[in-house]
Structures are given as structure tokens and as C-alpha cells.
């Protein structure tokens, strides 16, 4: 049974309200779909009956539970490679130039389930040059789940094979039953916290290099302007920024611009302006 609207717009704004993230009137289709195993789990008989049970009050978790299954886990190992080439050849270069400490912090923020921040840590160690850096990956999501996993570092089968080469599946995973689990070396390179892009940055902020893609087009103008601002509070002076495919800062944002050398990389603009 479809939900009705009035359900759809409590939760789609409990969402909001806690998370930033809109879910238009056009999107309300997915909080059936989102909601699914949830409704099985509790035995509840529909969407409407838990809306009404979140509307009740009576249940904190349960409204951690609904938020959760709305939220967009969507992520894959290397997700859009071109990017990811963009990251590796164009900007690491010249963070490294610029770095005599030898020091370089990364940043995912909206990591997911971790396979952005996996992928960051699996390429960099396959470049010689930074054998003897120091190599700071910070990976944060708003999901507790999501992050849970991350730290986990266990993936299905289906999880396991988007994105990931074999030889990478080799070097840094092990098959346990129907799971494939990051080795501890791996896992001991990526930092993971509970913690959204609206709130204040991660520690040590100042970072060279700032992932955030595919979070900023869920947000409306006024929060997406709020979490640029956070994103340049956490940036070096020099820092580069990625953002998702369908995104971008100009027009968005006072606080990065394009970077006229590495089309779909941004830089801060000023940096005290933050």
C-alpha cells in the first residue's frame, strides 16, 4: 500500500530536520521502498502505521531506524575512475610539491560504507614516491550503520565486485564465508567517524585533499551553502576539492572556485573568509 502524502511529508522532513537531506515530493516514491525491510523487521503492517509510530514519540530508536533506512548508501570501490585519475595524476602531484613536512590529510567526507576512503588508501599505497609520508585518511557519514560497516570493512560479494580489480581483491581483502573483509593493514589506514558535513570538521582539519561527492545536490540551496562553508573551514589554503559528477561549486558557493588547471577540482578562495 502506498504511503500517504501526509505520512511521506512527516518523514521526508524528520530527514531533513536531522539530516540535512530533502527528499522532494518527486522522491517520495522511495520511502516505501527505503522503509521495506524495517516495516518486516518490527511487523509493522505499512509505511503509514510507521509514521505514525515515529509521530507518537514513544520510540527514539525507532526514529533513528527510519532515518537511517532513508538515507542514500549508494557508493562503489573507484566509483567514476575519471575522477579518481583526476585526484591521483593532476592534484596529489601538486599537493606532494607543496608539502615539505612530507604530511598529506585527506578527507571523505559522506564516505558511506568506506569504499571511497578504501579506494583513496589502496591507491596511494601503490605509489613509491610517498613510501615515507605520513598519510592522514579521515572518512566521515552521518550514518552510523554506514560507518559501522566502514570499520568493519566487510563487504558481500556483490559489494566487492563493483569497482574492485583483482589484484586489488587479492592484496588487500580475505574471503571469510560469503563476506570479503578488509585486511587490518588496510583498515589501519582509514580514520571513521560518526559525523555530518554541516557539523564542525573533522580533526586536524587543514586538508589537502577533500572528497565530498554525490552529498551536496540532496541538500537545498541554503544547507548546501552551509556545507560548503564547513568544507572550507577544513581546508588548507591550497587544497583541492572534489566533488560528484553532477555537482558543482559555481554559482553555489563564495568559498571555492574552479580550478582553471584540473577542470572539476576546486580550490578554496579565501581561505580566512572561512
Keep these: 500500500m502506498e504511503m500517504s502524502p501526509v505520512s511521506a511529508r512527516m518523514l521526508a522532513g524528520i530527514l531533513e530536520q536531522r539530516t540535512g537531506q530533502m527528499l522532494s515530493d518527486g522522491r517520495h516514491w522511495r ?12 511487523g509493522f503492517g505499512s509505511a503509514d502505521a510507521v509514521a505514525a509510530a515515529v509521530a507518537g514519540g514513544r520510540d527514539p530508536a525507532l526514529s533513528d531506524a527510519v532515518v537511517e533506512a532513508l538515507l542514500n548508501n549508494e557508493t562503489s570501490f573507484f566509483r567514476d575512475p575519471l575522477s579518481f585519475g583526476l585526484l591521483i595524476d593532476r592534484a596529489l602531484p601538486q599537493v606532494m610539491a607543496a608539502r ?19 579506494s583513496i588508501a589502496m591507491a596511494l599505497a601503490g605509489i613509491a614516491a610517498l613510501d615515507d609520508w605520513r598519510i592522514d585518511i579521515v572518512a566521515t557519514d ?18 566487492i ?25 588496510l583498515r589501519a589506514r582509514v580514520r571513521f567517524h560518526t559525523l555530518s558535513v554541516l557539523d ?20 537545498s540551496d541554503a544547507v548546501r551553502r552551509r556545507a560548503f562553508q564547513r568544507l572550507a573551514r577544513a581546508a588548507a589554503p591550497d587544497a583541492f576539492l572534489l566533488l560528484g559528477a553532477g555537482e558543482t561549486a559555481i554559482d553555489q558557493t563564495g568559498y571555492f572556485t574552479s580550478d582553471v588547471d584540473n577542470r572539476g577540482l576546486y580550490r578554496p578562495v579565501d581561505h580566512r573568509a572561512a
Design 100 to 118: 615539505p613536512d612530507r604530511t598529506l590529510r585527506i578527507w571523505s567526507a559522506g564516505c558511506s560504507t568506506g569504499q571511497e576512503a578504501y
Design 31 to 42: 520511502l516505501d521502498i527505503a522503509l521495506d525491510t524495517l516495516i518486516r523487521t518490527h
Design 161 to 185: 565486485q563493483r569497482g574492485l580489480a583483482v589484484r586489488q581483491l587479492v592484496r588487500w581483502f580475505d574471503g571469510e564465508g560469503d563476506v570479503w573483509r578488509a585486511r587490518p593493514e
Design 142 to 159: 552521518v550514518s552510523q550503520a554506514a560507518i559501522k560497516q566502514a570499520r568493519d570493512g566487510e563487504y558481500s560479494q556483490f559489494e
Design 200 to 219: 564542525a570538521p573533522p580533526l586536524p582539519a587543514r586538508f589537502d585533499i577533500i572528497l565530498c561527492r554525490n552529498v551536496l545536490f540532496y541538500f
